[in-house]
């Protein structure tokens, strides 16, 4: 399952245009058939929330399969950020852009000292 009692969670699927909406997994209401818009069922655990949505079905329910939403969690002191880890930090990115700039001008200077030499 992707959320626990009292996580935030954002929808992140939806049929009914519902993605980004945050919410509060209340409680879980247990599994069930939930009829997908192609046609099939699935037995998906569903969790009772605090926001009231409208399905793609049009019926409005404070309900929603665990599947649809990712937890929103403090990841804890010992967590990765796997995009600062691959780009760097802010200070980082600018230390590399500086460093990229200050090598373009030390070729401008060694082109001019050259015509300058001749």
């Known amino acids: 399952m992707n959320c626990q009692k009292g996580d935030l969670a954002m929808i992140v699927e939806s049929a009914a245009g519902n993605e980004g909406v945050i919410l509060t997994c ?3 209401w247990g599994g069930t058939l ?3 818009p192609d046609g099939t069922t699935e037995n998906v655990p569903i969790w009772v929330t605090n926001r009231e949505l409208r399905a793609w079905s049009g019926q409005v329910s404070n309900r929603i399969a665990d599947y649809q939403l990712r937890p929103i969690r403090d990841p804890g002191p010992d967590a990765v950020d796997e995009t600062i880890q691959r780009l760097g ?4 990115m600018r ?3 500086l460093e990229n700039e200050l090598a373009k001008m030390n070729e401008s200077l ?3 000292e050259k015509v300058l030499t001749r």
Do not use: V
């Not at 930090?89 to 980082?92: A, G, K």
């Open 110 to 112: 060694d082109r001019l």
């Open 26 to 28: 209340l409680h879980l």
């Open 89 to 92: 930090t802010p200070m980082d």
């Open 34 to 36: 939930m009829k997908c």
């Open 95 to 97: 230390l590399r852009e």
